[in-house]
């Protein structure tokens, strides 16, 4: 069984660039959630993808935006880059929508810094 | 205040001690209650997962869940110096997708 893989693994950027992280879900895992963990702190909900559409969305502005492909391997972009992005970005898969149903098992995370 | 507290440590006790984690909640819809571990530049992993109120046990790991307290719990028995690491507490509520988080305790395992 293959695991939740995220890259790259470490990124650093300028304020005001654009970003893309990667994810290739659990296999037999339809949907993905990405969070953000900034240093000392607990994941903070981005966005869910069931079946290619948003599913969800947390408290992160327009300029968080994904994707999910037909094969259930997804995308986070994040435009016009700020200082405060810095953080460990997580993404998790799972095989039904919703935590009550399938826990959510996780990525290592990709490391960006924005300077 | 946030929906969900968690004493952040750090927790140092010796080996071979019961460690008991806590995180309490305000929001009454959660349903769901989950414990991972995240060891130093890894993503969370699953340790336990529980529907509701009441206990869990697997292994050397036992999950409490008091609804009616809004108070969850993990003990951890005969502890491991491989046990030391950030224990993250997480609930959702019956029909959200989003989960909650603890900020996390860090765990100590002194051999």
């Known amino acids: 069984e293959t695991g939740v893989t995220q890259s790259p693994t470490h990124l650093i950027k300028t304020r005001g660039q654009q970003v893309t992280l990667r994810c290739s879900s659990q296999?037999?895992?339809?949907?993905v959630s990405w969070y953000q963990q900034a240093l000392g702190q607990g994941p903070q909900f981005i966005f869910q993808?069931?079946?290619?559409?948003?599913?969800g969305r947390g408290n992160f502005p327009p300029r968080f935006s994904g994707l999910q492909f037909p094969n259930y391997s997804s995308e986070l972009n994040v435009n016009a880059l700020e200082l405060d992005d810095s953080a460990l970005y997580l993404c998790a898969s799972s095989s039904h929508r919703g935590p009550g149903g399938s826990p959510l098992h996780f990525g290592n995370g990709t490391r960006l810094t924005v300077t | 205040q946030k929906e969900v507290e968690q004493d952040p440590g750090p927790l140092s006790v010796p080996e071979g001690a019961i460690v008991s984690l806590n995180c309490t909640y305000s929001?009454?819809?959660?349903?769901?209650f989950m414990w991972y571990r995240q060891y130093s530049r890894k993503g969370p992993e699953l340790l336990m997962y529980t529907y509701s109120s009441g206990n869990k046990e697997d292994g050397r790991f036992t999950a409490q869940v008091d609804k009616s307290s809004k108070y969850i719990s993990l003990f951890i028995r005969d502890s491991q110096p491989s046990d030391s690491a950030t224990y993250l507490c997480?609930?959702?509520?019956?029909?959200?997708?989003?989960?909650?988080w603890g900020a996390g305790t860090k765990l100590i395992i002194k051999p």
């Open positions: 929001n009454s819809a959660f349903q769901y």
């Open positions: 296999s037999g895992h339809n949907t």
């Open positions: 997480a609930m959702s509520a019956d029909s959200n997708y989003q989960l909650i």
């Open positions: 993808y069931y079946r290619e559409e948003e599913n």
